[in-house]
Structure formats: C-alpha cells, structure tokens
C-alpha cells in the first residue's frame, strides 16, 4: 500500500527558475491538496483539486499553478521560484466527506536560493 | 482571529505525567474534528477522530464540545516517544483548517 508519495524530497533551486513537485496518491481519493508548511504560519494551503481537471485556489496560490489531468497525480509548479517560497510542501488525500480526514505525504522541503 | 486556536505551549513534562491540550474554533458549522501528530519537519499523521460522545485509544482521550466549541486532547502516562507537536483539525466537508499547534516535551 504506497498510499500518497512525493518527489523530490529535497530540492535546491534557483530565483526564476520553474520547478515542479508531484504528488501521486494510490487511493482513489478524490480530493487532493498542496500545503506549504513555515515557521510560524503552521499549514497553509496552496491549492487544492476535488477531481480529475477541476481545481482552486486556497490560501496562498500566488506564483503557483497545478494540474490534474489523472485522479492519482496532483503535481504543484512554481513557474519562477522565489525565495519566499522556500518551505516545506505537503501533498495531501482525501475522500472530501465528513469525518474523512487527510493523509499526508512526507514533503518536499525545498529551497530558492 | 484565527478559525482554530491552540495554545502553542511548549508543554515540557516528565515521563508518566497526565497532559492535557485544548483547542477551540470559531465556526459553529464545523462539521468533523481530528488530532494529527506531526515530529520535526515530517508530516502530520492523524492520531485520532474526535467524537462528541469522546473517544478514546489507549493513552489517548479527545473531547468535543460543540456548544463550547472546544476540542481537547488529554495523554496519560506520557512516553518520550509522545514528545511531539499536536495539530488541533476542523473540517467542513472538504475543508480542512489546521491549528498552529501544541509543542509536547517530555523528559525523562
């Protein structure tokens, strides 16, 4: 059971450049989100998708654009990195139904340098 | 004000203590209510549901109550391994609103 598995782990880029984090859940979830994760803002979400070509903005989609062409992959797109957008990134599922909760990913910790 | 509310602690105990956690939010139509446990720069993982009747498992015990709004998580016999943040969790269908956390230590 892989679950929800992001790559990569780890990944240092530089100011401009257009990098991408996938997410691939194996659940069948419908529901699919990105959260970024810093010091003393807790979890704040970026985007998220409730099926196959339908998504939306959450907290903080500034400088960010997914897609989700196939239910099992969410991948998030910093289209010119900056370095206020270094912080760790969760994926995460769900069914989207009460008293279904969210199952994380083990991040990308990424850094603009 | 923030949706959900915790206190940020930290809340350094010695092991075996009894430790409590509270955690309120503001939305009356909250409909769902979780603790997630995240370790150092790792992802949450939930620890448990909270139901209004309470709930518990094993060293763990979560109270709702939702004419309060007020969740709480209570950790008897505490272990070094339960040193941790503690997300406090309201949803609404989908939607999904995380408290800052509660920062545990305990020592030996």
């Known amino acids: 059971d892989a679950g929800i598995t992001q790559s990569p782990r780890y990944k240092i880029t530089e100011t401009g450049r257009q990098v991408t984090l996938m997410c691939h859940q194996t659940w069948s979830h419908s529901y699919m989100f990105w959260y970024r994760q810093d010091l003393g803002h807790g979890l704040r979400l970026i985007y998220y998708?409730?099926?196959?070509?339908?998504?939306d903005k959450g907290e903080v989609p500034d400088g960010y654009v997914v897609s989700r062409s196939k239910t099992e992959n969410f991948p998030l797109t910093l289209e010119s990195a900056t370095r206020s957008q270094t912080s760790v990134y969760f994926c995460a599922s769900s069914l989207g139904q009460d008293n279904s909760p969210l199952h994380f990913g083990n991040g990308t910790r990424l850094t603009v340098t | 004000r923030k949706e959900v509310e915790q206190d940020p602690g930290p809340f350094n105990v010695p092991e075996g203590a009894t430790v409590a956690f509270n955690c309120t939010y503001s939305n009356s139509a909250s409909q769902s209510f979780f603790w997630y446990r995240q370790d150092c720069r790792k992802e949450p993982k939930l620890l448990m549901s909270v139901y209004s009747s309470g709930n518990e498992d094993g060293r763990f015990t979560a109270q709702l109550n939702r004419a309060s709004q007020y969740i709480s998580l209570l950790i008897r016999d505490s272990k070094l391994s339960d040193s941790a943040t503690y997300l406090c969790?309201?949803?609404?269908?989908?939607?999904?609103?995380f408290g800052a956390g509660t920062r545990l230590f305990v020592k030996a």
């Open positions: 969790v309201v949803s609404r269908g989908f939607k999904t609103i």
């Open positions: 998708s409730a099926a196959a070509d339908i998504t």
